[in-house]
């Protein structure tokens, strides 16, 4: 019944789409080897429909994609579609007017039914309409470890983080860098957040990032989460890379012990050819503690005065979500789907094991939920002075912290 | 001179009146652009606009914001270490470089397009260039300790003491070629005679260059000086390209935390109170000396 439904409704979509078929420009930042693959999945889903998708890649990741995106969207040359990670990098835009209103394609497809958990949606809202279309879930709390890395140290593979710690020395004798940290200042951020969970916890995390409670900032438990981040940052010195998967290429190789990267590292493995399990580990939370952050990313779509290009607007925010593309988009991706009525046999341990954690509902919300724009690249400047920066003391550090935790709105 | 002068005024406003009119599109461009955009940066660094601007004026808490923060610091000295530098050696090795071509010497032609040559690439590309020299793993380091050098240790774009200078060094590598350039039309531009009389006088040559010379290239030294220090205080590419600013916040320069304060923070008032200090400190330099200068000149 439900195939008959499918067909009859595909003979219906299809000849209406091809009768308008209309070039979309679409702008994101997946530039990398996994992450293009991944994309190249919507833009064939997207060819399927009679339209077109155009793809406008902006290289160097969101730092550097994000301004030209904004300046393109206040500057009158608005693109058919683009990603944001969704959260309130894009609310100005929003509440100047900037971006459309999808309400009535969501009501029609019954999103907030089916995009689990709500809270995705939830950032997408503003006054109780709809303005972005959620179509992954990055969680950032993921430790990869390279298994060949430890084998030449002959050292076990570690299990949690104090282990990691415990087995840098050795690593360190034969030559690899324990821990891979790119020079981009967001990166060096990122990996103190992770650090923040694992070693804080959960409650911890909500009581600075949420509710920007100045006084848990400065106080014993994050005491904990700096010194934890100058044993880190006493692993990565040597690393020398400046791109994410570049330091992801370390571990790949070998050269380097581990790397703390959100799980769109997983498409650099899966592309190499490399086995979850076999060739390398991954430890969800540093293996302390099993929580994800439920960030990710979305697609907004810019008011446009063209009407067949609303037309094809709608007809793109319907195929992100489609059952079959959100597969076959985040497998590719390493991401997890952002519903959860798929069927992911396909997925490899490490995506079971983020699945599992999201299940049992052990999630946070993303910082880019959570902190402006400003508050982040605050936070990163202050992170990536810490890392490259030996003489700077984690209580220095926890003190800047607090002042920027004070006045973050 | 008086009697035109009696009866000068309203000749004075319409002779070259075609020429006039021809400029006021240029003088519109200047005061609404330039000046009207100035203005504008201005006011709004004393509000807390975010990604757009919004008049809701907070006073001088963007300043405050600013100077307490250490990236901010370490840009203001990272351009001091390196203003300073690039306007000396790139004076001084430039017109040694000239005062060298000026000695009648063959293939003078081959020499100066080599020594232009890098002012033809971007920055852009002159810094990547010199990220890959300066690499410690395929850069110079390497080179040297495939010789057997295998201690050396050359890696300034990796280390936040000196990473200013690794900058410095492709900087001059890019610029030092126009200012020899410049200097050495300079050079050309002083009359056979006086090298003449200043041999028949004995005076040995560095002292010809040195107090005579030098003082008569005076107005080729300032446009040169003005070339090199607006390229100085909007040094930014450079930095971009060969080091994005690091390690950690080690070679950040205002330019760049104007920039990234205001697209990728979101956060336009910070990004404005920064780029009105870039045209506070110019101003501080530029209007004493341009008294001095130009003001100076006319009660002569």
């Known amino acids: ?101 999808l309400t009535d394609v969501a009501t029609r497809e019954n999103w907030k039914e089916i995009i689990k958990p709500a809270s995705l949606l939830d950032s997408c809202t503003v006054d109780g309409k709809i ?16 298994n060949a890395a430890f084998e030449t ?35 060096a951020a990122g990996a103190f957040d992770v650090l923040m969970v694992a070693i804080a916890g959960k409650d911890t995390f909500n009581k600075v990032f949420k509710d920007k409670d100045a006084d848990v900032a400065a106080g014993p438990d994050m005491a904990r989460v700096f010194k934890a981040a100058e044993d880190a940052r006493r692993m990565s010195r040597g690393t020398n890379v400046q791109d994410w998967n570049q330091a992801t290429n370390m571990v790949i190789t070998g050269k380097a012990g581990g790397q703390i990267m959100g799980d769109w590292a997983q498409g650099e493995f899966a592309l190499a ?86 299940a049992k509902g052990n999630v946070i919300e993303g910082t880019d939920q959570l902190l402006s724009a400003d508050s982040q690249k605050q936070k990163e400047d202050l992170f990536s002075e810490f890392f490259a920066n030996p003489s700077m003391t984690p209580e220095d550090a926890q003190k800047r912290f607090a002042a920027i935790i004070a006045s973050a709105d | 001179m008086t009697g035109q002068a009696h009866t000068g005024r309203p000749r004075r406003l319409l002779r070259n009146l075609s020429s006039k009119i021809a400029s006021i599109p240029m003088m519109l461009t200047a005061v609404v652009i330039f000046l009207g955009g100035t203005i504008w940066t201005v006011v709004y660094s004393f509000t807390n606009s975010k990604l757009l601007p919004r008049a809701n004026f907070v006073g001088f808490d963007q300043y405050e914001r600013l100077w307490d923060a250490p990236r901010w610091i370490v ?31 063959r293939f003078e032609n081959t020499f100066r397009t080599i020594f232009l040559y890098p002012f033809a690439l971007s920055f852009i590309v002159t810094g990547l260039v010199w990220q890959w020299i300066l690499n410690p793993e395929f850069g110079v380091q390497s080179v040297v300790r495939a010789l057997g050098w ?64 030098i003082p008569m290239m005076r107005p080729v ?33 205002p330019a760049k935390y104007v920039y990234d304060y205001m697209f990728q923070a979101q956060n336009l008032g910070q990004g404005f109170a920064a780029s009105t200090m870039m045209l506070v400190t110019v101003a501080i330099i530029i209007i004493p000396w341009a008294y001095l200068e130009f003001g100076g000149r006319k009660r002569v």
């Open chain 1, 153 to 187: 140290a002959g050292v076990p593979v570690p299990k949690n983080w104090d282990e990691f710690v415990a087995a840098a020395p050795a690593l360190e004798k034969a030559g690899i860098v324990p821990l891979a940290v790119g020079g981009q200042a967001w990166q």
């Open chain 1, 273 to 358: 050819g490399k086995v979850a399990g076999k060739d390398y580990t991954c430890l969800p939370g540093l293996g302390v503690n099993e929580v994800i952050s439920t960030g990710g990313d979305a697609f907004y779509f810019p008011v446009l005065a063209d009407e067949e290009k609303s037309k094809a607007q709608e007809v793109l925010a319907s195929t992100l979500l489609a059952p079959a593309t959100q597969v076959a988009f985040n497998l590719k991706k390493g991401s997890l789907p952002v519903r959860g009525d798929v069927d992911l046999a396909a997925a490899n341990d490490c995506m079971k094991k983020g699945l599992d954690i999201l």
């Open chain 1, 131 to 146: 303005y972005c279309a959620p179509v992954n879930i990055h969680s950032w709390q993921w430790l990869w470890l390279s």
């Open chain 2, 221 to 253: 030294f300032i446009t040169t000086l003005v070339i090199i220090a607006s390229g100085i205080v909007k040094v930014y590419d450079l930095v971009v390209a060969q080091t994005s600013g690091g390690p950690g916040i080690a070679s950040e320069v």
């Open chain 2, 150 to 213: 295998t201690s050396f240790t050359f890696d300034p774009l990796y280390n936040a003491d000196i990473v200013i200078y690794g900058v410095l060094i492709a900087g001059l590598w890019q610029g030092t070629g126009l200012v020899m350039c410049l200097l050495l039309a300079g050079l050309r531009g002083i009359d056979e005679d006086i090298w003449k009389a200043a041999r028949v006088d004995g005076i040995p040559m560095w002292k010809t260059y040195l107090f005579i010379v």
């Open chain 1, 1 to 101: 019944m439900r195939f008959m439904a499918a067909m009859l409704a595909a003979t219906v979509v299809l000849p209406s789409a091809a009768a308008y078929a209309t070039d979309l420009e679409v702008t994101h930042w997946w530039t990398s080897g996994g992450e293009a693959a991944a994309v190249a999945e919507f833009a064939k889903a997207f060819d399927a429909t009679g339209n077109k998708w155009i793809d406008g890649a902006i290289a160097g990741a969101g730092s550097t994609a994000r301004p030209i995106m904004v300046s393109r969207l206040t500057g009158g040359d608005p693109m058919g579609a683009t990603q944001f990670n969704h959260g309130r990098q894009a609310e100005e835009l929003v509440e100047a007017g900037l971006l459309r209103d």
């Open chain 2, 75 to 105: 840009s203001i000295q990272n351009l001091a270490i390196y203003g300073a530098l690039t306007l000396v050696f790139s004076l001084v090795v430039g017109f040694v470089l000239a005062a060298l071509m000026d000695q009648k010497i």
